[in-house]
């Protein structure tokens, strides 16, 4: 249904360019910015200039009024409870995604049939539409489209004293924590950015998709040309990888050394340890004898997060059911029988 607009997409992402080896590493303040620079293309009421990535531009007394009001009407934001609710109600683009992909992976988050059938109904439709930018996106989802609007939005709210700067960085930090987990670099940034954009298009059933892809694939192209933030700045690398929370409650689950050292080839449920918070994962490189892996000192317990936010293309997996099993190809997680059954580890 939307191949037209996929391969428009498709066309946009070819044709930018890869890194500069000569760009410069931006602060992370300054990468918070930058991943709003598609939003900050927009005009705002009250905000005579483009926000750029060095600065939060700082209203006066009468830009600020109208900024406000600006706010009020067009999302019904006037302070800080405003706002954060505000991201609860409207950023869906990524959660549909992640629920979609445990759907896809053939390890769903619910039972479908549980739904009322007009939702089904919705949810079936929104699901197959979204299934047509996988081959694009993979797991990166639409993540990218969600950040850029919600950042951008804290941007301005700060800008018109809305929320300090110090409640713009607290709000903001998974955010920015969440962009590292996902991209590498502002190009896949860029495509998730468009494809999460035509989606929202979609779900709201907003006329005119094509004319909006094209404005969209306009500004990402002059943010990619030699010179636009997006080429002089490189993608942010901090010294010490940042964390974030991705999976819900962070049940703990059980790596070997060696994975964490080699990476993960194959992943299992097992029967959750009663009364312990244990989601019943276990995370091994492959090639591990028995006699390793059945050495405590080459295991460790950690939050099943941290296995997330390493590889995040395991999500779909984890509501999978106990006695799952899946070997990774080089490409792509491929169902296995569990270890023990037949089949080597």
């Known amino acids: 249904m939307w191949e037209k607009q996929i391969k428009t997409i498709e066309k946009i992402y070819n044709s930018i360019p890869g890194e500069d080896k000569k760009a410069a590493q931006p602060s992370r303040e300054q990468f918070a910015r930058l991943l709003t620079e598609p939003f900050a293309a927009r005009k705002i009421p009250g905000i005579p200039c483009r926000m750029n990535e060095n600065e939060n531009y700082k209203c006066s007394a009468d830009e600020a009024a109208e900024t406000k009001a600006f706010m009020k009407k067009m999302y019904n934001i006037d302070s800080k409870e405003s706002l954060l609710n505000y991201q609860k109600k409207q950023f869906e683009c990524s959660v549909h995604y992640e629920q979609f992909m445990t759907f896809w992976k053939e390890a769903p988050l619910f039972d479908v049939d549980k739904l009322q059938p007009e939702g089904r109904k919705i949810f079936e439709m929104f699901m197959a539409q979204a299934k047509e930018f996988y081959p694009l996106l993979q797991e990166r989802g639409f993540y990218a489209w969600d950040i850029c609007e919600y950042i951008g939005v804290c941007r301005t709210a700060n800008s018109c004293g809305i929320i300090s700067d110090k409640e713009f960085d607290e709000i903001t930090d998974r955010y920015v924590r969440k962009a590292q987990v996902f991209y590498h670099s502002f190009k896949e940034y860029a495509l998730s950015y468009l494809c999460g954009a035509i989606y929202f298009m979609i779900i709201k059933k ?74 019943g994962w276990r995370f091994f490189h492959g090639d591990e004898s028995d006699e390793y892996a059945n050495n405590p000192d080459n295991l460790q317990i950690i939050g099943i997060n941290a296995i997330c936010n390493l590889r995040p293309d395991i999500l779909a997996y984890l509501e999978a059911p106990n006695g799952s099993a899946y070997g990774w190809n080089g490409q792509d997680w491929i169902k296995e029988k569990l270890y023990g059954e037949g089949d080597n580890r």
């Open 206 to 279: 907003f006329d005119g998709q094509d004319q909006f892809l094209d404005l969209q694939g306009r500004i990402i192209a002059n943010l990619c040309e030699k010179g636009a933030p997006w080429q002089k700045y490189a993608w942010y690398r901090p010294e010490k990888r940042e964390w974030v929370q991705i999976y819900p409650g962070d049940p703990g689950c059980i790596v070997s050394k060696a994975a964490f050292e080699k990476g993960i080839g194959y992943m299992y449920r097992d029967e959750p340890t009663k009364d312990r918070p244990d989601s």
